[in-house]
């Protein structure tokens, strides 16, 4: 079949381009080679690091998505010792800057401060260009930083902001007076101090070694992600260094947390707030647990659940490589008051070794809970099983049984259970928001 639609002009095909997100916009380089030249197709110039920001704001400024000859939404900028920056403009006000060094004997670490304002809103394009609403930066380093901090400062009006990949980070801060509502760090394995200053902020995602962590004001986050599976991202710290971060994320309704977080900072935590301290709010889970020898039988994970009385899903991925760490703390006394879910309806279990430690856990839930959840498991991608009661008396079922089964709550009658093969879970694979980021 012929390919009809490459052999469009140019005007149509960027217009194509403009009404894809960027993940999409990339695959069309497998379409053909007009697709991939035109997708390749940048506007290179050379300069010193001090031309860098200039060379931005003059590209962004020059955009116009309904003028073809003006839409190029490619900058690649070469500067001093092989260093470039690569600028590509996606849709809705979204802006990728990834750069690149040339050969660094010495990798040095850095830190960057980025700050937005209202104060100078005259600096972004005029109302008629493109205007920045979404940023990713990747791959700063020591030789960037500075040239980062100026370029951000032109970008007035970010609502959404996305850091990744800066292996020498070691200090962030970001201050915002307008309207940052989502905040993204991802892979900056030597960062150490975070600093946030940000009145709006709804969403926060982090990946990483934990950081010492500052939010200067309780945003009241409504998404939290700090999957901080690698350890602490600092030698010393204490529960106090956690309280204002367990503020900040009370009343999140997608929380994603790790299991060593729960016992070395937020159990010293509780210590210090009120008895009746809870999670009121959350209403998706995504516990990151480790893995010892054998199980512990999920005594943390229980406490926690103890603090969120909403909770409707619960996720539990058990990560072999997650940071394990020794605990003496009681996580009963601190595990508040309320000690039964009334809203609970799926638990989805991940990555144990063996069936004996999904049983022990899921009959450990049906104790605290007065539903009947649905109770998955699953080994891989195509097998699921599901969390059955099998009485004394029953007979043995075949692992085929109706769908409409499933876990009860725990009962003092006598009875086992195990878990059972699901032959038709097309509709059953379900995931936390914050998994496959």
Known sequence: MDDLISGLPDEILFRIFSSLPFESAVQTIFLSNRWRLLWETALVQHGTEEDVANAMSGFLANFDEKDP????????????????????????????????????????????????NHQNLASQPSPSS???????????TYLTNEVVSSMMTNFQI????????????QSLSIGSDTKLLSLTIFDCPQLKSLHIRSYKLRTFRYRGPLPW????????????????????????????????????????????????????????????????????????????DNSNERYDD?????????????????????????????SSSKYSIR?????????????????????????LLAERIGKVVTTEPLILTSSDLICLRKFVEVSSNQSKQNSTDKL???????????????????????????????MGL
């Open 69 to 116: 000859s003006k839409n190029t939404r490619k900058l690649r900028f070469h500067f001093c010792n092989g260093s470039a920056l690569l600028v590509i403009i996606a849709r809705n006000g979204s802006l990728r800057l990834h750069f690149s060094t040339g050969k660094q004997e010495f990798p040095r670490e850095f830190g960057l401060q980025l700050e937005f």
């Open 130 to 140: 493109f205007y920045v609403k979404s940023v990713h930066l990747m791959s700063v």
């Open 158 to 169: 970010l609502e959404t902001l996305k850091i990744t990949c800066c292996n020498c980070l």
């Open 213 to 288: 962590f500052r939010p200067e004001y309780h945003f009241n986050l409504a998404d939290a992600l700090l999957d901080s599976r690698q350890g602490p991202g600092y030698s010393s710290f204490s529960g106090r260094d956690f309280d204002s971060v367990l503020l900040t994320i009370k009343n999140v309704k997608v929380l994603t947390l790790c299991k060593w977080t729960f016992e070395a900072l937020i159990c010293p935590s509780l210590s210090t707030l009120l008895a009746d301290f809870q999670f009121y709010n959350l209403k998706e889970l995504w516990w990151i």
């Open 298 to 326: 999920g005594e943390a994970l229980i406490s926690f659940l103890k603090l969120c009385p909403s909770l409707q899903q619960l996720f539990v991925t058990i990560d072999p490589k997650s940071y394990f760490m020794k």
């Open 335 to 359: 595990a508040g008051r309320n000690t039964q879910l009334h809203h609970l309806k799926l638990v989805k279990l991940d990555g144990f070794e063996n069936q004996a430690d999904e049983v």
């Open 404 to 434: 409409e089964e499933v876990a009860p709550q725990s009962c003092e009658r006598k009875c086992s259970y195990k878990f059972v093969e699901v032959q038709d879970a097309k509709e059953l694979h379900p995931k936390h928001v914050h």
